[in-house]
């Protein structure tokens, strides 16, 4: 606070994020949660750590607990090129996603992360329950703490007949404090572009101005590093895209770090290209006609745009019984029946491999085990997104 000669006072608001020391197995961390300002659409407390991942790890897991489970939590962990790979809450859908519920922690993952500078941050939910003046919480930044195992085939002398369906097993543990809901994405080994689905069904033939809320979005698959966008429109246009969280908005008017742009008139383009992995979930893409405007403001056009993602392919011959979120939500397959467990459950996922490459050809690729984000309190979203915990390899042998 600021008092100046003249008798006023003023005060500054100061950021504060604390460094969280790690041994061999991790770190803990603590804070209280006080209440927030009553501002609609924003944190009542925003709560941030920072910490150095060393390399070699499987799998970082992170983790904040609390004794009001009606106080709501949105965990956000940034990899150090300040891309959010993982986020979820506390609050949470039940077993059968009926009921929306609040839970006692909130747990964020990421299989193999990068060495160097992490960031957690933790978005408290208006309003807080309102049962304490205080809530004192406990965090834990742990490594290596995923219990996944499978029988998938490995290495080239597994011979596996081609149209010959086999069926493998991933077993999953909850090592969580809180419910979680775990599903299998299987990928092939090479990265491919797969073009989008607007989730809205309105990104070709916009009448543009939009209506506020009305702009596509897209969810980004995990593992993706890159997105490509572009628009076209009957005038001159622009655009601004972000994921959900909020960060990096990106625009071809403003040049980035990692971004490739063009703004020319009618047509806009944008990649971006983070150097890691990009922000997966829900992305949107915000059109807008290019002034200046006359007297009248901003003329009727019509517009269309795509979204892309260069990320390893989804493999169309290996068949989770879970379903793949990713998969389901880009129209590449139908179905998908989450493993929901409690802490300390397990669960065994059933996989099916249909080889169909020629007889003799050497198939390899991963199934990623994934949970999804099952509430986004933030939005009022179901199935927003989801966190990576492993990545298991599997090779095999064509046979007649």
Do not use: C
């Not at 029988?151 to 011979?159: I, K, V």
């Not at 009727?300 to 389901?328: I, K, Q, R």
């Not at 059933?350 to 986004?376: H, K, L, M, Q, R």
Request: glycine share 10%; net charge negative.
């Amino acid at each position: 606070m600021l008092s100046t000669v003249g008798g006023a006072t003023n005060t500054i608001p100061v950021t504060v994020r604390t460094l969280v020391p790690l041994g061999p197995t991790g770190g803990q961390f603590s804070g209280v949660l006080t209440g927030g300002n009553g501002r609609a659409y924003a944190p009542a407390q925003t709560s941030t750590y920072q910490f150095q991942v060393p390399p070699g790890l499987s799998d970082l897991d992170v983790a904040a607990r609390f004794a009001d489970a009606g106080d709501g939590v949105v965990a956000f962990l940034q990899d150090p090129e300040g891309e959010t790979v993982a986020s979820s809450s506390n609050v949470t859908l039940n077993s059968t996603a009926s009921t929306v519920i609040g839970t006692n922690a909130v747990n964020v993952y990421k299989d193999s992360p990068e060495a160097g500078t992490w960031f957690l941050t933790l978005d408290w939910l208006q309003p807080v329950s309102g049962s304490e003046l205080a809530e004192p919480f406990t965090g834990t930044i742990g490594f290596n703490q995923v219990n996944v195992n499978s029988n998938l085939p490995t290495g080239a002398l597994t011979q596996l007949k081609q149209g010959k369906s086999y069926t493998f097993e991933v077993r999953v543990r909850n090592t969580a404090q809180s419910p979680e809901a775990f599903f299998l994405d299987p990928r092939t080994d090479s990265l491919t572009t797969v073009p989008l689905v607007d989730q809205g069904a309105t990104d070709q033939d916009m009448v543009l101005p939009l209506t506020i809320g009305a702009y596509p979005f897209y969810v980004v698959p995990t593992d993706t590093t890159e997105i490509e966008t572009a628009i076209t429109a009957s005038g001159p246009v622009t655009y601004d895209t972000e994921p959900f969280a909020g960060d990096p908005d990106l625009s071809p008017m403003v040049a980035t770090p990692g971004v490739t742009e063009s703004q020319s008139g009618d047509s806009a383009s944008l990649a971006f290209t983070p150097g890691g992995e990009v922000t997966p979930g829900l992305w949107y893409l915000n059109p807008s006609e290019l002034g200046p405007y006359g007297s009248g403001g901003a003329p009727a056009e019509t517009a269309s745009d795509t979204f892309s993602a260069v990320t390893p392919g989804f493999d169309p011959t290996v068949d989770p019984s879970t379903g793949d979120l990713w998969s389901v939500y880009n129209g590449l397959t139908s179905s998908f029946a989450p493993a929901y467990l409690e802490p300390g459950q397990s669960a065994v996922i059933p996989v099916t491999i249909t080889p169909t490459a020629a007889v003799g050809s050497v198939v390899s690729g991963v199934i990623n085990v994934d949970d999804t984000f099952e509430y986004n309190a933030d939005i009022g979203a179901a199935e927003a997104s989801g966190d990576e915990l492993a990545s298991l390899p599997f090779s095999y042998r064509v046979s007649h």
